[in-house]
């Protein structure tokens, strides 16, 4: 069952173990646990739900460049982890915007999530050379999803109850 829409933001968790388990998600029309889609579940439900309870908190900053585009803020902010000088104020300003850092799963994305009224704008970038030289249409390419928040934060607690189904219960 997919929860989402693929065009947006969408999930699908697929059959396996208590501890593995794969999970791929969608945003842009873009596959982006196409490189690994095995999940840990146990770790990888704790960062979707601190993801879910951000939103559902009001979390979440708005474009932070003035009138750029959401692609050309992500373009931005990448640009910012190259330029690093290791103060860790560049790294502080990021992680107001980092998303979907969830482990091993996404991490052949850089992903960014704003909040702009209701709505999030989630912007997607994959990095690794090896997804680039299979897919080159991906390179230097900045995929842009927009959602009502509510929406977004319910697919992740939606989510979060399809892993917890398979986790082994305590107590």
């Known amino acids: ?11 699908e968790v ?14 842009a029309g873009k ?3 196409c490189d690994d889609n095995m999940a840990f579940v146990g770790q990888f439900r704790r960062a979707v739900l601190e993801t879910a309870d951000r939103l559902r908190s009001g979390g979440g900053s708005p474009l932070p ?4 585009s959401p692609e050309a803020t992500h373009r931005r902010l990448t640009l910012l982890a190259g330029a690093d000088d290791g103060t860790g104020g560049d790294y502080e300003f990021r992680s107001r915007f980092r ?19 209701d709505r999030s704008v989630l912007t997607v970038q994959f990095w690794r050379k090896d997804h680039l030289a ?3 249409e991906d390179a230097d390419a900045v995929f842009v999803a ?14 979060v109850g399809l892993l917890d189904a ?3 219960k305590t107590g």
Do not use: C, S
């Open 166 to 168: 398979v986790l082994p």
């Open 99 to 117: 998303v979907l850092a969830w482990g091993p799963t996404t991490d052949n994305v850089t992903a960014y999530l704003f909040r702009v009224g």
């Open 65 to 68: 460049f003035g009138t750029l």
């Open 31 to 33: 596959w982006l646990t």
């Open 134 to 136: 299979e897919h080159p």
């Open 14 to 27: 697929g059959e396996g173990g208590q501890a593995l388990r794969p999970v791929d998600l969608w945003a």
């Open 1 to 11: 069952m997919v929860l989402g829409d693929k065009h947006r933001f969408a999930v």
């Open 146 to 159: 927009e959602l009502p928040t509510a929406e977004f934060a319910g697919i992740l607690e939606d989510l």
